[in-house]
C-alpha cells in the first residue's frame, strides 16, 4: 500500500504542478497516470508544439514546459505510478480513500486530486462488431507487451502509423508470417522504418496489403481469420487465416472507470464547487485542470495552474482542521524541499558605514 | 429546417454565412457561421451544439485526433488542401471515406456559404 497526503490522478501539467502547491504546505504527493512517462498529453500528443499563452513564457514546447514542472517539483519528491490506471476507490471510515489501479496497486490518502484532463489514454479500437470477443488473449490485441508470445505465430497488424510499420519489422524476425494492412499506399512513418519495410516485403518477409482495410473477424472460440475489404469499384473480400490481428491506430482519450465513481458528471467532465475550492459532489475528492467543469470553465493550463493553488489551500485544511495555514510568498519564504534542499533569495547585505 | 437557435438571433451580420450541419442522429440544422472571428467548422459545430461535448473537437483544434471528422457533401472545390497532419490523422480514423475531412482544418470562409457537412460517427471505443 502507499500512502501519502495527496493523491493526484493524472501527472499531466495541472496534476504535476498541484504537486508544487502542496510542497509549499508541506504536502505529500503521489500521482498516478495511465501513461508510461509523466506530462499527460503534452509528452503524449504533442511534445513539439509550442504553446503560447503560459504567463511569463512567451513560447515554450510542450515537451519542455513538462520537463520544467519536473525540475520544479523535484525537491518534493513525488512518488509516480505509471503505466497503470486509476480503476476503482474506496472510502474508508476514517475518511481517507483507497484508489486501487488496474494493475491492482493500492494507494491511500486522505485527499484525493482528480487531474485527469480528457481521460486516461486508451488505444483506438477498430469498429468491428465482434472485436471484443476476442480480445484478452483470444488472438487481438491492441499494443505488444511481449514480443515473445508471437514467436512462431501468424499475425496481422493494421495501421500505417510508426508503430504499425515498427512492429511489422521486430515481428517479420520473431513470427512465422507477418502482414501489414493499412488503407492507403502511403505510409506516414520514419522514413528509415518505410524503406525497410518496403525491403523486406520484397523478399517476402512482410506480406504488404494497401489500399484494404479489416473489416472482419473469424473465429470459434480464438482467432482463425480476419476478412480484409480491398478498396475498389468491386469492393473485393479476402479471407486471410490468422493467430493474431493487432491493430495499431494510435491512442485516444476516455474519463474511463472515474465516469463511475458516484462523481456528478457533465458535458464528459467532472463538475465541482468553482465558487470555493474545486472540491466535487464527494467531500475530500477534488477535480482541477481540464477534466473538471463549472460555468465559464476554460480548459487552458493556465487555469489548471490557478485551480491547483486554490485546491491545495482546501485540501490542508481538510488534511490538517486544527491548523491555521498563513499564505507566504516563495520569495519571501523560499522553497524548502523534503530532499533537504532549500532555495531562497539572496539576503541584500546591509553594511553601515561608520 | 432551421432550429430555434436561428430564429433568436437578434440581427443578422453580413459577415455570417449559412451552412447546413447533419448531426450524427440524422437531423439538419441550417446554421448562421461568422466568418469575422476566426472559427473553423468544429467550432461552428461546438458553438450550436451539434454534437455532445466530449465527442467532438476533443484535441481543441490541433489535427491531433479525429473525433471533428466531417463528410463534406458539396463545395469539396473549395476547400483547403489537406495538411500532412489532417492526412495523417484520416489515416488513423475509422468510417474515413473520400469526403472525409477534420472539420477544425476548414477554416470559415465568404465562400462557404450553403456549404453542406454531415458529422461523421463518433468511435466510442
Redesign the interface.
Known amino acids: 500500500m502507499i500512502k501519502t497526503d495527496m493523491l493526484i490522478i493524472g501527472a499531466g501539467p495541472t496534476g504535476l504542478f498541484a504537486v508544487f502547491e502542496a510542497g509549499l504546505l508541506k504536502l505529500k504527493c503521489h500521482l498516478i497516470d495511465a501513461l508510461p512517462q509523466p506530462g499527460g498529453?503534452c509528452s503524449e500528443?504533442?511534445p513539439k508544439?509550442p504553446i503560447y499563452d503560459i504567463p511569463a513564457f512567451p513560447e515554450i514546447l510542450a515537451g519542455d514546459l513538462v520537463d520544467n514542472l519536473m525540475e520544479q517539483i523535484r525537491p518534493f519528491e513525488p512518488g509516480f505510478t505509471l503505466g497503470e490506471r486509476a480503476e476503482t476507490i474506496e472510502k474508508l471510515e476514517d475518511g481517507s480513500f483507497i484508489v486501487t489501479t488496474s494493475e491492482g496497486t493500492k494507494h491511500q490518502a486522505p485527499v484525493v486530486v482528480i487531474a485527469g484532463g480528457?481521460g486516461s489514454f486508451e488505444p483506438?479500437?477498430?469498429?468491428i462488431p465482434n472485436i471484443a470477443k476476442f480480445e484478452n488473449r483470444n488472438g487481438v490485441a491492441y499494443m505488444i507487451r511481449e514480443p515473445e508470445d508471437y514467436r512462431g505465430k501468424r499475425v496481422v497488424i493494421a495501421?500505417?502509423?510508426d508503430s504499425a510499420l515498427d512492429w511489422a519489422i521486430y515481428l517479420s524476425e520473431v513470427a512465422s508470417e507477418v502482414s501489414l494492412v493499412h488503407?492507403?499506399n502511403e505510409f506516414?512513418g520514419a522514413l528509415d522504418s518505410v524503406e525497410k519495410v518496403s525491403e523486406l516485403a520484397k523478399i517476402g518477409k512482410i506480406n504488404l496489403i494497401t489500399e484494404a482495410e479489416v473489416v472482419g473477424l473469424k473465429g470459434a472460440e480464438t482467432l482463425e481469420s480476419v476478412v480484409i475489404r480491398h478498396k475498389g469499384e468491386a469492393s473485393e473480400e479476402e479471407i486471410r487465416e490468422t493467430d493474431y490481428f493487432i491493430p495499431l491506430?494510435?491512442l485516444?482519450?476516455k474519463?474511463g472507470p472515474i465516469a463511475n465513481w458516484g462523481l456528478e458528471i457533465e458535458?464528459?467532465?467532472i463538475k465541482v464547487d468553482n465558487s470555493y475550492d474545486y472540491q466535487t459532489n464527494i467531500p475530500g475528492i477534488y477535480a482541477i485542470g481540464d477534466v473538471n467543469t463549472y460555468p465559464g470553465k476554460l480548459?487552458l493550463i493556465l487555469c489548471g495552474f490557478h485551480e491547483a493553488a486554490i485546491m491545495c489551500q482546501s485540501a490542508y485544511q481538510r488534511i490538517f482542521p486544527d491548523k491555521k495555514y498563513v499564505m507566504k510568498y516563495t520569495t519571501v519564504s523560499g522553497v524548502n524541499g523534503f530532499d533537504g534542499s532549500k532555495k531562497e533569495a539572496k539576503r541584500e547585505v546591509v553594511k553601515s558605514i561608520n | 429546417m432551421p432550429n430555434r437557435r436561428d430564429c433568436e438571433v437578434p440581427f443578422f451580420k453580413m459577415s455570417d454565412i449559412k451552412i447546413t450541419i447533419i448531426d450524427r442522429e440524422g437531423e439538419a440544422h441550417l446554421v448562421d457561421a461568422p466568418t469575422d472571428m476566426n472559427m473553423n467548422l468544429m467550432e461552428v459545430i461546438r458553438t450550436h451544439e451539434l454534437a455532445p461535448e466530449g465527442t467532438i473537437g476533443i484535441c481543441g483544434g490541433m489535427a491531433m485526433c479525429a473525433s471533428c471528422q466531417c463528410y463534406m457533401l458539396n463545395k469539396d472545390h473549395l476547400l483547403p488542401e489537406k495538411s500532412y497532419e489532417e492526412e495523417d490523422m484520416l489515416d488513423q480514423a475509422f468510417f474515413v471515406q473520400e469526403n472525409s475531412r477534420l472539420s477544425c482544418q476548414i477554416p470559415i470562409d465568404k465562400e462557404l456559404e450553403g456549404l453542406e457537412v454531415k458529422i461523421a460517427p463518433y468511435n466510442a471505443d
Open positions: 498529453q500528443i504533442y508544439k480528457l483506438r479500437k477498430p469498429p495501421g500505417g502509423g488503407r492507403r506516414r491506430f494510435g485516444s482519450p474519463l458535458k464528459n467532465a480548459k
